[in-house]
């Protein structure tokens, strides 16, 4: 019983630094500055479609007319 704790002691100290750290640069770069605008901006209600997702391009009508089925 003893001798695993020489291993599990040092190992969660360890782990615990290394999940600070993380933590740490984490918190400066910025990524928990903020928290509220993707849940916002998943809620505002922007169902336009581009135009370049409209507009079939010249080159493509022969294709679709063209449309050989297998016989």
């Known amino acids: 019983m003893i ?3 020489w291993l599990l002691i040092p190992l969660s100290v360890v782990l615990a630094f290394v999940i600070g750290a ?3 640069w984490a918190a400066g770069a910025g990524q928990f500055d903020d928290l509220s605008g993707p849940g916002e901006r998943i809620l505002q209600d922007d169902d336009s ?3 370049e997702l ?3 391009k010249e080159e493509t009508i022969p294709d679709l007319i ?3 089925l297998p016989k």
Request: proline content about 7%.
């Open 54 to 56: 409209i507009t079939i």
């Open 66 to 68: 063209n449309i050989k």
């Open 3 to 5: 001798e695993s704790l």
């Open 22 to 24: 993380c933590f740490w």
């Open 49 to 51: 479609v581009p135009d």
